[in-house]
């Protein structure tokens, strides 16, 4: 299931305590087998794409424009992409000029450049708590102290938003920015409510913040709904992200970031200085699609596979989870993060599940500080939908048996059994 | 000409002293203009290659992978294509395994990722000066303090580099690594000889120091002749840099790093945090080219197209250059280096060179330290060979000029006319 080329689990391997390298490898080794029902990487299901209509794109700008396709290009990235990009972005309500785009190696690359512009070692960055695993890495890769803010069923928390900022003026501090997925957010699941999104403005007016706005998702919607992305609320404070990883192909590496004019030409300096400029071809592919081909159908069809990929795994996990364990219910793209009853640890159970033909990512990848240790992380987008349901079943004879082991060990003072949800969640977790 | 376009400038246009970027883009539109003759960018003639190969190449990888490659990859790269890249540098005599190896976009990220995994703000970095801007730009980015080690026709000075390291020691610092380009050097056009790579290992190893050995243009020497690189002789001292830039495409933006296992661990890390993943579609079509097209065969016909180009070059600078200017002479790859007689500002001088239809690089970008304002890089690889003789005949034109200019001016008190060189070159100035 193409789990041993998961970036995500490298990324998240070096957060494993306890295991070394070798044991991670092997571990990986063994959940790569086609037996394993996995749900640990965030891989879209590109099966759902239009082959034969990504053949006759590509094929076609090889025959039109190959010797440009095949030679370097300018470090901002092609003005056609950049323009074609803002429609992209207008379709989902989001403002912009193609001159404030850069492109970049898909959205990663943007939340590297970013962390290297702005991060200096030890300066302070707030995120969500949970957070994506490889927004964690762009920013400790820099050496960033990366503090997390709780989220509820509404997303960040700006409540404890401000309470953070608050305590950092009492150190005499800052946060450089507030790094955050408004959209379907990775791992939680849920999206910043659209009543947090003027706080959050607002916060970021009063405290002359700036918001690092990731949105790889906001296209994903099950109901096809858009939500107003800060960038629209308080353009001059936000360094936008996006990318086509999840609306057409990550295979293509492009993604781009849209900042006011100076962030913009300080950006353009350090990607030249990363990788002088993104791939001609794969920008002339993504072009060509987006110029050829009816991409906001292929986006709703993407969300319909993804939708009917949800409603199997929340059916599973209706079924066949323990009383105690809980999970959020997305309205949205990929995931959905569960939450196992005091006393089990998912990092711990990790190479249990595998044996049990399943795989997830443990919650703590998602956490800078080593919480997340109660949490993991399950990806419906790229496994068959047959085989949802039997991979939650796995893993739910699994949670039932740690249960018992639990309660069986602490016998009376087994820890709390939280109760289980069974409706949309009001909460993700510590 | 792409000048516009051409990331190499835009790196160029931060160390123009005395110019705003409003400026420097708007001599940069008027260098973009079909009219002017540009011996700037360092692109390769990418009308040399079989583009129906390419195509059909392109098709193929769709209709056979199209899943795989619009998917996401490792973060090392793909095994089938390291294998690949081993026998194109066994091609070359370097020893190598697939296990050493990790894709990059292009050479510029294994520069960045190196730089990002050995320098913190204020190390010191040993290069040839004059060197690559975009390795410059690599090590710049991280504040790293890039100090030069003069070149002659034979390379970078050993005895100079042993001087420079004995002065750190007694400054109790020390070089985090030596940067070279040894085959074919950007912008010298000179490669290191035999003798001084032996020298350059005895030095690395009685100095405990570690290389970081560029190598895009091995490859493309005119003779068809290579070189020991350093690789093979200190394997355990040396990071080794490659691309296809050269050799296939640089619109692929592939590159690679060979090291070893605990050095790569580590830059497999940083690569992740910096953009998650190589292309799996670019990757698989330089694994599809490298086995289904005849590549060596291709790579001798690059070397046959610039190889006539250089002469077209030479011989005109021979003819046109006024006395007092001096030039390398290229036995591979793409450029000639040209020193100016003193007096004469080749960044001051680069306006009018363009308005007289002309555009090179200024000297001053292929240093950290400001040195570099008497030389400018000719790169004859991209314009037409008939174009060639034009342009030079209208920069030595404009070079006539200028020296008269500075007579006139100083009278008497003008600086010595170095005398002009006609043979191989025995010095890159400094």
């Known amino acids: 299931m193409l ?61 039109d424009s190959g010797a440009t396709a095949l030679q370097y290009g300018g470090g901002q990235g092609r003005a056609p992409l950049r323009e074609l990009l803002v429609e992209v ?27 290297k512009c702005f991060l200096d070692p030890g300066d302070v960055v707030l995120a969500e708590g949970p957070t994506y695993v490889g927004g964690i890495g762009a920013m400790t890769s820099h050496q960033a102290d990366v503090r997390h803010v709780p989220m509820d069923a509404e997303g960040m928390r700006i409540d404890l938003l401000e309470e953070a900022l608050d305590g950092l003026a009492r150190e005499g501090r800052r946060a450089e920015y507030v790094y955050t997925i408004p959209n379907h957010q990775n791992p939680a699941g849920v999206s910043l409510s659209v009543e947090r999104r003027h706080r959050l403005a607002e916060v970021a007016e009063r405290h002359d913040l700036l918001i690092v706005e990731d949105n790889p998702y906001g296209l994903l919607d099950f109901a096809g709904e ?66 050829t081909q009816p991409w906001r159908e292929q986006i709703k069809r993407f969300a319909a596979v993804y939708h009917e990929k949800s ?11 323990p009383e105690g364990v809980d999970w959020t219910v997305p309205s949205g793209a990929f995931y959905v993060w569960l939450t196992v009853p005091d006393g089990i640890d998912t990092s711990d159970l990790l190479a249990k599940a595998i044996s049990h033909r399943v795989a997830y990512v443990p919650g703590r990848g998602f956490y800078a500080d080593g919480a997340g240790g109660d949490h993991a992380r399950l990806c419906f987008s790229y496994p068959e939908v ?43 977790g510590g």
Chains 1, 2 share one sequence.
Not at 313 to 320: I, K, N, W
Not at 422 to 428: D, I
Request: include cysteine; hydrophobic fraction near 45%; proline fraction near 6%.
């Open 311 to 321: 409603v199997a795994m929340l059916d599973a996990l209706a079924t066949e989870m």
């Open 3 to 63: 789990l041993d080329t998961d970036p995500y689990l490298t990324r998240y391997a070096e957060r494993v305590r306890g295991m070394s390298a070798s044991e991670i490898r092997a571990l990986f080794a063994v959940a790569s087998r086609p037996e394993v029902v996995s749900f640990a990487g965030g891989m879209p299901d590109t099966s759902a794409l239009d082959m034969e209509a990504v053949e006759a794109v590509v094929a076609q700008v090889i025959r």
């Open 386 to 428: 047959a085989r949802i349901g039997e991979g939650i079943s796995r893993l739910g004879e699994l949670l039932h048996e740690e249960i018992e082991l639990v309660a069986a060990v602490y016998g009376d003072d087994a820890p709390q059994v939280r109760p289980r949800r069974t409706g949309p969640a009001t909460g993700v």
């Open 89 to 115: 972005m207008e379709h989902e309500g989001v403002p912009a000029h193609a001159d404030e785009l850069l492109i970049t190696v898909g959205g990663q690359q943007a939340l590297e450049l970013i962390a």
């Open 226 to 291: 858009t939500f107003p992305s800060l960038r629209q609320l308080v353009p001059d404070r936000v360094v936008y992200v996006g990318t086509v990883s999840k609306t057409i192909a990550p295979g293509l590496r492009t993604g781009w970031i849209a900042a006011p004019g100076p962030i913009r030409d300080k950006l353009v300096l350090l990607r030249e200085a990363a990788d002088l400029c993104p791939s001609n071809l794969t920008q002339m592919i993504v072009e060509s699609w987006l110029r």
